[in-house]
C-alpha cells in the first residue's frame, strides 16, 4: 500500500527517500503558491525554520524528533539539497533558518539521529549551496 506524505509523494510502506529530484517536484506547488503571496502582497518570504532529522523516513515525517528509525544521513541531506534546490533561485526567497544546528558540546547520545545537521553530509550540503 502507498503512504501519501505531506508533501504528496507516494511511497511504499511510508518509507522516506533520497530522490531530491522527487522532492523537488513535491515542492512545486508550495513553491508555486508562495510565490503567488509574495507577489500579491508585496513581500518576501523568509523560512523561520526548516529541518530534517537524520533517520530513515525523515522526508516523510519531518517534524517526527523521535522517529525510531536508523540513521539516515543520505535522506537528511537529500531533503535540505531538494529544498535548497527548489527555492533558492527564487527571487521572492530570503532565505531559511535551519532547525537544529548543536553548537555547543554534548555526549553525542541522540547526534546520530537529530535534527541537526553539523558533522553529517547535510552540513556538507549546506556549505556547498551557500559558497555558490
Known amino acids: ?5 505531506p508533501a504528496g509523494i507516494q511511497t511504499p510502506r511510508c518509507e522516506g527517500t533520497t530522490q531530491v529530484p522527487a522532492w523537488q517536484r513535491a515542492w512545486e506547488p ?22 530534517y532529522t537524520s533517520q ?14 536508523p540513521p539516515s544521513e543520505s ?5 535540505y539539497r531538494a529544498l535548497l534546490a527548489a527555492f533558492s533561485d527564487e527571487p521572492w526567497w530570503e532565505g531559511v533558518y535551519w532547525w537544529v544546528w548543536n553548537a555547543l558540546p554534548d555526549n ?5 539521529t537529530n535534527y541537526s ?6 552540513e ?3 556549505r556547498e ?4
Not at 508555486?32 to 500579491?40: H, K, V
Not at 553525542?108 to 546520530?112: I, K, L, M, Q, V
Open 75 to 79: 535522506e537528511q541531506a537529500a531533503a
Open 108 to 112: 553525542g547520545s541522540d547526534h546520530a
Open 56 to 69: 530513515e523516513g525523515t522526508t516523510t515525517r519531518p517534524n517526527d524528533w523521535m522517529l525510531g528509525t
Open 1 to 5: 500500500m502507498a503512504c501519501p506524505t
Open 30 to 51: 508550495i513553491r508555486a503558491a508562495m510565490a503567488a503571496g509574495s507577489a500579491r502582497f508585496d513581500r518576501k518570504i523568509l523560512f523561520t525554520e526548516a529541518g
Open 129 to 132: 549551496w551557500w559558497h555558490r
Open 124 to 126: 556538507g550540503v549546506i
Open 117 to 122: 545537521p553539523r558533522g553529517k553530509a547535510a
